[in-house]
């Protein structure tokens, strides 16, 4: 069967089959390689998109579902500035060690601070709890967030 959604802005149709998860047709039918596959069972994150807006496991959605929505990346971010901020900040503070799990946190964070830009210590601990770091600890991926958080309200 065919769907039709957006992918970072731009209409695409694509043949899916009625079982196929989204992740596979990014990563496989669509070149999306940013999308990491890691448990492929709701666990760890790596998988994550914006679907609409909300951060969502592409490995648990299947193709069929996302019809007539919108789909983003951190291609789509990263193209238009948005994600400037908290890629910075990751890098300063050394948030990122495999880098394996990096795209699924910031698409996950960058939804979370467009609705919360100035979370506690304790909310950024809930935000992030859907996603697994299996290098650094979470230590500075929770610094990273309060600075961007901070970069983010000085412009
Ligand atoms: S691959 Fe989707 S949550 Fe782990
Ligand atoms: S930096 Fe390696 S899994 Fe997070």
Redesign the pocket.
């Known amino acids: 069967m065919e769907v039709f959604f957006k992918l970072n802005g731009q209409p695409v149709k694509v043949d899916v089959k009625p079982n196929e998860v989204l992740l596979d047709v990014l990563r496989l039918k669509l070149g999306i390689k940013s999308v990491k596959r890691g448990c492929e069972r709701a666990e760890c994150g790596t998988c994550t998109v914006l679907l609409d807006g909300k951060p969502t496991y592409s490995c648990m959605i299947l193709a069929p579902y996302v019809n007539g929505r919108e789909v983003a990346t951190i291609e789509y971010l990263k193209e238009n500035g948005e994600l400037k901020p908290l890629v910075e900040a990751f890098a300063d503070v050394g948030a990122?060690?495999?880098?394996?799990?990096?795209p699924g946190f910031l698409l996950t964070v960058y939804a979370f601070l467009k609705k919360n830009p100035s979370p506690t210590r304790e909310e950024i601990k809930k935000a992030i709890e859907g996603n697994l770091?299996?290098?650094?600890g979470y230590k500075k991926i929770i610094e990273a967030i309060e600075l961007a958080s901070k970069k983010m309200k000085s412009g």
């Open positions: 990122v060690q495999c880098g394996f799990c990096t770091c299996r290098c650094t």
